[in-house]
């Protein structure tokens, strides 16, 4: 019997073979799974050819699978580093208002 959660995965990946900037067919090495929880994969991808990348979320449940995926301009290492950093707080937010209202930005 197969197994029932790499093959949805596997499927998912396959389905996103083609670059979203350059249309350009991603190499099957590509996809690099950065984090498996629950039913849950992050996965990083870069375009060999036009160095572009995304971040998708793979779900998998009882249901089915879902993808949602962002183009980005993170590299793998970036989205291992801050996934686990804190958001951004209030005041941060504000400093930046600020800081943009002031210089006119």
Do not use: W
């Amino acid at each position: 019997m197969p197994d029932s959660q790499s093959n949805p995965i596997q499927e998912s990946l396959r389905l996103m073979n083609r670059c979203p900037v350059c249309q350009k067919e991603y190499r099957p090495t590509a996809a690099n799974i950065l984090e498996k929880k629950s039913g849950a994969h992050l996965v990083h991808i870069t375009c060999s050819h036009c160095q572009s990348a995304i971040i998708a979320l793979i779900l998998v449940s009882k249901l089915g699978t879902s993808t949602v995926g962002v183009i980005t301009d993170l590299n793998a290492n970036d989205v291992q580093r801050l996934k686990n950093s804190g958001g951004i707080t209030e005041d941060e937010l504000l400093d930046f208002y600020q800081t943009l209202k002031n210089n006119q930005i």
